[in-house]
């Protein structure tokens, strides 16, 4: 970077204004009509949710929160000293997370992947109308 010279008046206070405001690049930039296409997509472009993949959510979730209350009992103290119920708090925990995963991978993906399918037909089935 060249080094500023104090003698330049852009850099000198006494000289008065030093320069002038611009509007931002984005105000002078032209306005898209796709604000109604963006209102249609859901978040992240997903398609709602259907009943099922709803339920299925929620006992995932349930889950979750439930190896997270194991994990939670293991640092009782006395929780930690008894090794018997340190080791039964970590294998519910360790069953918790596997049933959730479990649940994920074999109920809610296909699910999310076959409401995104249905999606992508609608969306053909439209645009081959116009």
């Known amino acids: 970077m060249a080094r500023r010279s104090p003698a330049n008046p852009r850099y000198q206070r006494h000289t008065?204004?030093?320069g002038k405001t611009r509007r931002s690049a984005s105000s002078a930039k032209v306005k898209r009509a796709g604000e109604a296409r963006a209102a249609k997509r859901t978040r992240f472009g997903l398609p709602p949710a259907t009943p099922e993949m709803?339920?299925?959510?929620r006992i995932w979730w349930a889950l979750i929160g439930v190896a997270?209350?194991?994990a939670a009992t293991m640092l009782i103290p006395?929780?930690?000293e008894n090794r018997v119920l340190a080791t039964t708090a970590?294998?519910?925990e360790f069953?918790?997370?596997g049933?959730?995963?479990y649940i994920d991978w074999k109920r809610i993906r296909p699910l999310r992947m076959e409401q995104m399918e249905r999606a992508k037909q609608e969306r053909k089935a439209r645009e081959g109308k116009r």
């Open 78 to 80: 006395g929780v930690r």
């Open 68 to 70: 997270l209350a194991f």
């Open 54 to 57: 709803k339920r299925w959510r």
């Open 90 to 92: 970590l294998a519910l």
């Open 16 to 18: 008065g204004p030093s």
């Open 95 to 97: 069953a918790a997370l």
């Open 99 to 101: 049933t959730a995963i």
